[in-house]
């Protein structure tokens, strides 16, 4: 029952920013993490950057001083501003949270994915 919106992608320059945002719905109780997944055409799907309820927050090597993703949010969202883009941040962005269920049973929920393109 756990449902994400994503939005935020776009076209943009290279050197442009751009900000995306996720927003989780549903049966929540607890939000543990929350992380942005990115997948190139032909290229695997890697981990972005993530967050944990904790405060702590981890970046993949390409974009460390260029990414940065917000805190979770009191409303079950969380941002990822995207600074410095290049050609080679083009990929689908996705946006994936972890935590519980009033159930206490665990949830994985994914988002649909949305579109990022750096282009001159």
């Known amino acids: 029952q756990v449902q994400l919106v994503e939005s935020g992608g776009g076209l943009v320059q290279p050197g442009g920013s751009l900000t995306l945002s996720c927003a989780a719905f549903?049966?929540?109780?607890?939000?543990?993490?929350m992380r942005w997944y990115r997948q190139a055409p032909g290229k695997e799907r890697e981990l972005v950057a993530m967050?944990?309820?904790?405060?702590?927050?981890e970046y993949t090597d390409s974009v460390k001083g260029r990414f940065t993703i917000s805190r979770i949010n009191a409303d079950n969202t969380v941002y990822l501003q995207m600074n410095s883009l290049k050609p080679e941040d083009t990929a689908v962005y996705y946006c994936?949270?972890?935590?519980?269920?009033?159930?206490?049973?665990?949830?994985?929920?994914w988002g649909p994915g949305t579109q990022v393109t750096v282009s001159s």
């Open positions: 967050r944990t309820s904790g405060g702590s927050a």
């Open positions: 994936n949270v972890v935590g519980y269920q009033p159930n206490y049973e665990v949830f994985d929920a």
């Open positions: 549903g049966s929540i109780f607890t939000i543990n993490g």
